[in-house]
């Protein structure tokens, strides 16, 4: 990639600054009727609002106009990597996010218990969303699934939710998936797009065979789909390509999986935004780039619920305070993608994206929200020119050519 | 280069069109202090808010976002060529701005004198910056030297800096600079990254500790470092891509030098922004492009003058009438790179642009200036579309396609 080559030769080695990305995880989003705000332009900002006035503010387009990304593509692109280029499959990001480690012989898949009826057909495909404990005696019953050539991993992920990683010579990860994403269907028959792919769908479809056999008589977890297969992308550290020593403060596992992914170290973050800000402040010392992660926007946007959203942002600026007490060189606050909550999804809309510094231009932007950003002196940007962006503000960049 | 591809197939040949490019080098800036106004916003600019009234404006990106360029990455895509695809080193940038010509056998390289104690180790890397007298005497002692194998060309350029051309077969320019960047360390032994880079580093060496031997009573010039090994980059010409007869009229020997480098024929345009603008005058028939570069927005900011970058700008503002009394078809005021006084250096920062013509659409910014041209129609673009666009509004670009 000729920007991590371009950045390669131009990091400074020596530099002790500091870079906070805030991941406001779906920030963006639309007003539920014409004339009216959006969720980030309606919640009350005071905090966010005076890094706006003092910073820049644009719209990040996560990977091309038009397109709505998930959560993998959304967050390398905020890391610094284009996420047309390096792709993650979900198998993997599952895999990462419950600190399994994808090794080369592998292919990995996410896995979904669900329920069917005696004529096979899926009647539940989250086999009524199971307790964690019953995910995990689950998986222990697939744990017992042996197959020739192949070692199987069966990993509980929470819910119906599990992770299977075959491990062996040879096998492609071209496989589809076998979730037939509605009910009133059989599971689908893996098929492979190549040799080795094949090899993987033989195994697959011997593996799914046999966990209907050990869990018939478990219903509603009677049955699993597996969609995701994907091999570990090799992919260059964001200390290899960016210099930085970097930490995640994620909740959630996949987000912590993304950060594993580009060499971020993964810190015991807790389960609330306070205790993700108070791990921040221990290891503030011992890196150079602090990944946060806020999942609520997103939810909230996905549950359709624009005054929870709204209140959502309102927590995350009440923090934001702690975090500036650190006395950052750079804050950066967006999001992976829009999670419009009239929308209830992931959207492809540009994302409110605010860079403090020192050093930057100031804009005449004085609150954050979507329309205010349009405004804004960083303009609308691809978000993966972010990252090259927080090193000069924080001046680990020298100069291109003489 | 696509690009370059493209304007191939749609230029028109037969066009009388004038274009004018008005580089104020490092003329985007920065506030002194929060809430004040940048060195551009700040002067007085009648003539050029004039055109800024009935023309369109915008924020350039000279490279990437993020990135701070040197001159040559800075004017090479003001002149229509990807910065990070045609890449010029340090010493032929320097060698083609004394009109050296770097040939297809050289290694250009840049020289300076610097003092060594008798230990051998650098007391000062630029020697007292000596006069353009001494500079030519020692020059005339390092011309003395002989290698076997190679012809040795040593040029003065001012103060402590020169240039030495290496000329003979199978030379590779893949060697590190022999300046180690700060005193009290003996200069870095040159070593190649390949096999022909090798062979210039053992004549490199044998040049040094002669250049160390005949210098040794000439204290404070008694020893030289060198930096930016280059070879001449092929790149076609304006003529042969864009179909422009370009003269360049620059003060600075660099500037001729990156002028020269995408074939311009460089004018004798004397000293002064007056002379350059009455040597304007007399070559205005016999060209198609005109590439006027103003140093003093550069120095006045490298020196952190923010009152003499206002001033520069003021100065320039003044001449704009003449320009504009030749009639061109397009005017073009720019800078190759931000040079905010307030950081005393080259920046990242995008940069005001200017783009005057009878075709363009015009916007609501009435005064040149970072924060109008944030709402200017040219939005926020990659300084290498600025050619394309100069020559549309020329009339010199066909249809794309039926």
């Known amino acids: 990639m000729m920007m991590h080559q371009l950045i390669r030769e131009l990091r400074e080695e020596e530099n002790k600054s500091k870079i906070v990305l ?27 609002d005076t890094c706006v006035r003092e910073g820049v503010c644009g719209l990040s387009i996560p990977v091309l106009p038009g ?24 198998g993997v990001l599952e895999a990462l996010g419950i600190n399994f ?26 086999a009524g969303r199971p307790t964690i404990e019953r995910c995990i005696d689950m998986c222990s019953k697939l744990q017992q699934i042996r197959i020739p ?19 062996g010579d040879g096998l492609g990860d071209g496989v589809n998936d076998t979730d037939p994403q509605k ?7 893996a098929k492979g797009s190549d040799e080795n792919s094949e090899k993987t769908a033989r195994i697959v479809n011997q ?19 597996l969609r995701g297969f994907s091999r570990n992308p090799k992919i260059e550290t964001m200390q290899q390509v960016y210099g930085l020593r970097s930490a995640a403060l994620a909740v959630y596992p996949m987000y912590k999986g993304l950060a594993r992914l580009v060499g971020m170290d993964v810190a015991d973050a807790g389960t609330s935004l306070d205790e993700q800000i108070s791990t921040l402040r221990k290891i503030w010392n011992d890196y150079d780039f602090f990944f946060l992660h806020y999942k609520y926007t997103d939810t909230t946007g996905e549950d359709g619920n624009f ?22 060189e750079v804050l950066i606050v967006t999001g992976d993608h829009s999670t419009p909550s009239r929308l209830r999804s992931h959207s492809w809309h540009p994302v409110p994206t605010l860079l403090w510094s020192r050093t930057c231009r100031p804009d005449p932007v004085t609150e954050f929200g979507e329309s205010y950003c349009l405004r804004g002196g960083l303009g609308q940007f691809q978000a993966m020119y972010l990252l090259p962006l927080a090193l000069a503000n924080a001046g680990r960049l020298g100069k291109f050519g003489a």
Do not use: W
């Not at 593996?207 to 699993?224: G, I, K, Q, Y």
């Open 22 to 48: 805030l991941v406001a995880d779906g920030l963006g989003g639309l007003p539920m009727e014409a004339g009216g705000k959006t969720e980030l332009e309606s919640a009350r900002t005071p905090n966010l």
């Open 67 to 90: 397109i709505t990304p998930g959560s993998g593509p959304g967050h390398l692109a905020l890391f610094g990597y284009d996420p047309l280029e390096y792709r993650i499959g979900r």
């Open 101 to 126: 480690q994808v090794g080369e012989k592998d292919v990995a898949v996410r896995g979904n218990f669900c329920t069917v009826d005696d004529a096979g057909l899926i009647t539940d495909r989250r």
């Open 149 to 167: 050539g192949v070692e199987i991993f069966v990993e509980p992920v929470r819910e119906h939710r599990f992770v299977v990683v075959f491990r």
């Open 183 to 189: 009910t009133g269907h059989e599971p689908l028959k």
């Open 207 to 225: 593996f799914v065979a046999e966990a209907r056999r050990v869990l018939r008589n478990d219903a509603p977890t009677n049955m699993v789909t």
């Open 307 to 328: 005054h929870a959203k709204v209140e959502s942002i309102e927590r995350l600026d009440g923090e934001l305070p702690k975090i500036m007490a650190l006395n950052p």
